[in-house]
């Protein structure tokens, strides 16, 4: 049996949810990982950012729409099971725990490698260990002091990126050459096309741009502790097209005129070049105390994220129990201490395990973005077929263009998953994503019991009585098997 339901604390104001949508989107993703996205499509890669963009906002909606409905903290994962089934809440809150869990691994081991780059003769265990204590210590104190501290991470990126879209494009305007390059839009074209290797090219960078926006759903796990829910989440979710065309459309158009697309990336982060070019001192070291910011503000958030699913799974009998239990401060303190736990282990393992394994490993995530995705627009389907059925009260934060835009956006996620298996270097993410969910259905089948087979009856914020309705026959529709 699940133990009494504990309470988070709301200490989430408008302006620490609205940075965290903010910094959600800027990441070694933007920084490093657009290089390999230009060299697959060229300048092509602006389409596939908007494309791409335009299909994360409508999941975004959905899941606005559904966080203000049912502002708890277990988001999506209860979504999924209350309107898909218990399975599937199962299946997507462990996926995205797990993805959680990879990705700061990977962002605590690129922190380690960037201290490195300032202090080369101290060994990275020491920098590890020291960022993983001191971001467990800021979970624990609570959550006001987590997006207080998100907020500052934010803010340093979003005025590194305003930077570089004001430099570079004072560089345009005013003709400066840089590395006997005449920058301009011309670059946009002139090296090739505006598709240089053609529709094929921009399907192939999908599978890097998807990756880089993977995250933004964790806007959705603050509606448990947001102190007002209504106000925050909606203002968080409607400024994705802002920062899709602000942080890569333009900040990528600006870069890719000033220099020709096939020379981004060529000679390490296509952003230390726009700082070379502006004369800025030491620019690499610039750029180096960024991506520590980058990857900080990650890791931060991925203990939050991970941690407050974690907390959803065991109030739906899907965790274990202790999950659920949050210290006097309003925090669950132990799923943050498991997290930790994951990323000593996660070190350790990224320092035997051979590189190639290991990327095996975190292809996982990408998938694990797709699938949440797809599950945050099914749950929302299933959600808006049910209101309508049973004559509920309407959305007070309706997604648009229903539901037209979410059959898009569920068509451009398969598209996704069929490109994951139709290149070669991806594919293996198909193969270890499909493992993964056989072994967490093998695990719910095995352990799950209970209340952990019903679906969560959820809470509409604007009645203390739960959505399920009480109806017999849906009754023994929602109890599992």
């Known amino acids: 049996m699940q133990s009494s339901p504990a309470v988070l604390s709301r200490g989430l104001n408008v302006r620490h949810i609205r940075f965290m949508a903010l ?44 966080a203000v409905r049912h502002p708890v903290a277990g988001s999506f994962s209860q979504y999924a099971g209350r309107y898909l089934g218990p399975l599937a ?26 201290m490195g780059f300032w202090f080369p003769d101290t060994p990275r265990w020491i920098w590890i260990l020291a960022v993983i204590f001191f971001l467990t210590g800021v979970n ?24 570089m879209i004001v430099g570079g494009a004072a560089l345009i305007v005013f003709g400066v050459q840089l ?15 505006f598709m240089p290797n053609g529709f094929g090219g921009m399907l192939a960078a999908f599978s890097v741009v998807v990756f880089a926006f993977g995250g933004v759903e964790t806007i959705g796990v603050t509606a448990g502790e947001a102190e007002d829910p209504k106000r ?25 005129s000033l220099f020709p697309w096939s020379e981004i990336g060529t000679q390490g982060s296509p952003f230390v070049q726009i700082f070379d070019g502006l004369g800025v001192p030491g620019a690499a070291n610039v750029l180096n105390a960024v991506v520590i910011t980058a990857a900080l503000s990650s890791i931060n958030s991925d203990i939050f994220g991970a941690g407050r699913v974690l907390f959803g799974l065991a109030q739906q009998g899907h965790a274990p ?23 000593l282990v996660g070190v350790v393992l990224n320092a035997v395990i051979p590189e190639d394994v290991f990327t095996v490993i975190a292809s996982i995530a990408t998938f694990a973005t797709v699938w949440v995705w797809v599950m945050i627009l ?11 059925k049973y004559a509920l009260a309407p959305s007070e934060f309706p997604s648009p263009l229903w539901p037209a835009a979410s059959i898009a956006a569920i068509a451009f996620m398969v598209l996704v998953i069929g490109v994951l298996g139709w290149f070669e270097e991806t594919r293996v993410a198909l193969v270890v994503g499909a493992a993964w969910l056989g072994l967490l259905g093998a695990a719910y089948a095995l352990w799950v019991r209970g209340d952990g087979r019903r679906r969560p009856a959820l809470l509409d914020e604007t009645s203390p009585i739960p959505v399920v309705a009480a109806d017999p026959a849906r009754e023994a529709v929602g109890s599992g098997r």
């Not at 624990?140 to 930077?163: C, D, N, P, Q």
């Not at 590395?179 to 096309?193: K, S, T």
Request: hydrophobic share 55%; no cysteine.
């Open 23 to 66: 910094g959600s989107a800027i990441g070694t993703g933007l920084f490093y990982g657009s290089a390999s996205a230009i060299q697959a499509a060229g300048p092509a890669v602006l389409l596939a950012y908007m494309i791409a963009g335009a299909a994360v906002f409508m999941v975004m909606r959905s899941l606005g729409e559904m």
């Open 89 to 114: 809440g199962f299946v997507t809150g462990w996926t995205y725990v797990f993805e959680m869990a990879i990705v700061a691994i990977a962002d605590v081991t690129a922190f380690s490698i960037y």
């Open 140 to 163: 624990l104190l609570s959550v006001k002091v987590f997006g207080e501290l998100e907020f500052w991470f934010t803010l340093v990126k979003v005025v590194a990126i305003g930077a």
């Open 179 to 193: 590395g006997g390059q005449q920058p301009g839009l011309g670059h946009l074209v002139d090296h090739g096309g």
């Open 232 to 256: 925050a989440i909606p203002q968080a979710v409607n400024t994705v097209p802002v920062r899709v065309l602000l942080f890569y459309v333009l900040t990528l158009t600006v870069l890719m």
């Open 321 to 343: 129990s202790a999950f659920g239990k949050v210290s006097k401060r309003g925090v669950p303190w132990l799923t943050v201490v498991v997290m930790t736990g994951v990323l």
């Open 378 to 388: 099914a749950s929302h389907v299933a959600m808006k077929r049910e209101i309508r």
